[in-house]
Nanobody
Framework: QVQLVESGGGLVQPGGSLRLSCAAS????????MAWYRQAPGKEREFVAA????????YYADSMKGRFTISRDNTKNTAYLQMNSLNPEDTAIYYC?????????WGQGTQVTVSS
């Protein structure tokens, strides 16, 4: 059984920063990439960023470029999302997604709220 545990969400003021973590555990093999998605109230889930597991290449949604940075630690099966210059439009539940050679998995999500 595979588990994805997200952490690092919370309440932050506009202009602030947060660092999210997603740790994969269990019988997980052949990770191809890990990604972050988010879903704001009343909106569809949208892509935020992804990173290839072998090469560490990062990909971002246009609105996140320059503000968010995705990274990973292969030894810990963990991906990170550093979020800077946060604004209220970034308020959402952030979900971790892992794609392996045989399947895909989702975490339970972590709430990020940007408010003064």
């Amino acid at each position: 059984q595979v588990q994805l545990v997200e952490s690092g969400g919370g309440l932050v003021q506009p202009g602030g920063s947060l660092r999210l973590s997603c740790a994969a555990s269990g019988r997980i093999f052949g990770i191809k990439n890990m990604a972050w998605y988010r879903q704001a109230p009343g909106k569809e889930r949208e892509f935020v960023a992804a990173i290839t597991w072998s090469g560490g290449n990062g990909y971002y949604a246009d609105s996140m470029k320059g503000r968010f940075t995705i990274s990973r630690d292969n030894t810990k099966n963990t991906a990170y999302l550093q979020m800077n210059s946060l604004n209220p439009e970034d308020t959402a539940i952030y979900y971790c997604n892992v794609v392996t050679i045989s399947s895909a998995y989702w975490g339970q999500g972590t709430q990020v709220t940007v408010s003064s």
